[in-house]
């Protein structure tokens, strides 16, 4: 199938050290892209860019703005123009929100929304003169839909919306996409740390998916890979759930 390779093109995935980047990772690599694997973790960004052709680790803490600016012209002096950038990182607090700690959502804010504004506003403006880019925001089915536990972590996840929104129509005429890819409940780690304070909680939420099963860090990166391809150039301010049926729209 033709338009489904990106032979030449440079992409950036945040948290790329965690499952799901590391899985959008492998897919833009193996598409025939060179990956940047950003992520706080560099050591667990080295590992994961070891393993990949045509990777490269680079550390950027996307809580803080100073790190951001720096991760940004680091690549500029690695001589790359970055056309794909997928917002993949994000930090997650499970409690109560009449018992959750506003220091907390501080952070979550920092990482999950004021982060991918910034590095978008300073690669941005690269795509729109190249004439060509895709911006991938992945957030959650929390957001989406609501989830217990994850108020704080929902609202700053659900100003991705607006925000890949507003890009698509401003961005449209340089033939750049911004679109949202939201998981929902998906075997990673961070759900199994959640999941060991409750047992059998896997099982429970595996038996009300649709399908029958948790999602898997490929079944998201899958979507990822195929927003940034020529084959979805018509495809732009969509929100798109990878749930197995929970969320139906």
Request: hydrophobic share 50%; aromatic share 4%.
């Amino acid at each position: 199938m033709e338009g489904l390779r990106l032979d030449g093109r440079t992409a950036v995935v945040t948290g790329g050290a965690g499952a799901i980047g590391a899985a959008v990772a492998g897919d833009l690599t193996a598409l025939g892209a060179r990956v940047v694997v950003a992520d706080v973790d560099l050591e667990g960004a080295g590992r994961v860019a070891a393993g990949l052709a045509r990777a490269v680790p680079l550390g950027v803490d996307l809580a803080v703005p100073e790190s951001v600016e720096r991760f940004c012209l680091a690549a500029g002096d690695l001589g790359l123009d970055v056309d794909i950038l997928v917002h993949n990182a994000g930090v997650s607090i499970v409690e109560p929100f009449t018992e959750s700690d506003p220091a907390a959502w501080e952070l979550m804010w920092r990482v999950n929304l004021r982060g991918p504004m910034l590095m978008t506003k300073l690669l941005l403006p690269g795509m729109l003169a190249r004439g060509w880019g895709r911006l991938v925001f992945v957030s959650s089915d929390g957001a989406r839909a609501g989830s217990g536990g994850e108020g704080a972590y929902a609202a700053t996840k659900a100003g991705l919306f607006g925000l890949a929104k507003t890009l698509a129509r401003e961005a449209a005429r340089a033939n750049v996409t911004s679109n949202v890819v939201c998981p929902g409940p998906t075997d990673t780690p961070m759900l199994r740390r959640v999941a060991a304070a409750e047992p059998g909680l896997v099982e429970k939420i595996s038996r009300a998916v649709p399908l029958r099963r948790l999602g898997t860090p490929a079944d998201v990166a899958g979507l990822v890979a195929y927003l940034c391809t020529d084959r979805a150039a018509y495809i732009t301010g969509q929100t798109l759930s990878v749930s197995g049926g929970v969320t139906m729209h």
